[in-house]
């Protein structure tokens, strides 16, 4: 039986029996059909046909070093977290001692009401809508 072996100088034929081991064939490791061949095993254990084409590879020595962990000089930003506020609520309302209720902040006119400006210097600024309203001074 004629069998082909593709390695780094070319295609060599090589006439071998179904009871050939696959080390007596080359030094270097086989593959066939996308699996290794193992040196102990026979060609016939494997299935291998009449001009079937085995891959040989060969060993390749040394490699690239392995690439060296950085150690950064300046520390990691830190994330911004949100300060939670208990009863948030009462900064946007205020009650009067005869139980009526105002509002402290401005409303968006674009947004409409429920939607409050936020306040600044001299003016007030919407965070949705980006809308600013100057102050008069």
Same mark, same amino acid.
């Given at each position: 039986?004629?069998?082909?072996?593709?390695? =780094?100088?070319?295609?060599?034929?090589?006439?071998?029996?179904?009871? &050939?081991?696959?080390?007596?064939?080359?030094?270097?490791?086989?593959?066939?059909?996308?699996?290794?061949?193992? =040196?102990?095993? &026979?060609?016939?254990?494997?299935?291998?046909?009449?001009?079937? #084409?085995?891959?040989? %590879?060969?060993?390749?020595?040394?490699?690239?070093?392995?690439?060296?962990?950085?150690? /950064? #000089? #300046?520390?990691?930003?830190?994330?911004?977290?949100?300060?939670?506020?208990? %009863?948030?609520?009462?900064?946007?309302?205020?009650?009067?001692? =005869?139980?009526?209720? &105002?509002? &402290?902040?401005?409303?968006?006119?674009?947004?409409?009401?429920? #939607?409050?400006?936020?306040?600044?210097?001299?003016?007030? /600024?919407?965070?949705?809508?980006?809308?600013?309203?100057?102050?008069?001074?």
């Amino acid at each position: 039986m004629r069998v082909f072996i593709r390695s =780094s100088e070319g295609l060599i034929s090589i006439d071998v029996d179904q009871s &050939t081991k696959i080390s007596d064939l080359t030094e270097e490791s086989l593959f066939w059909g996308g699996q290794a061949l193992r =040196s102990e095993m &026979t060609i016939c254990e494997y299935g291998i046909t009449e001009y079937s #084409t085995l891959e040989a %590879l060969d060993s390749l020595l040394g490699g690239k070093k392995k690439k060296k962990k950085k150690a /950064y #000089t #300046t520390p990691k930003k830190k994330a911004h977290k949100k300060k939670k506020v208990k %009863l948030a609520v009462l900064n946007l309302y205020k009650v009067d001692k =005869s139980s009526k209720v &105002t509002r &402290t902040r401005r409303v968006c006119e674009k947004c409409g009401p429920g #939607t409050f400006m936020a306040k600044h210097a001299n003016r007030h /600024y919407c965070g949705k809508c980006h809308a600013t309203v100057l102050n008069k001074a």
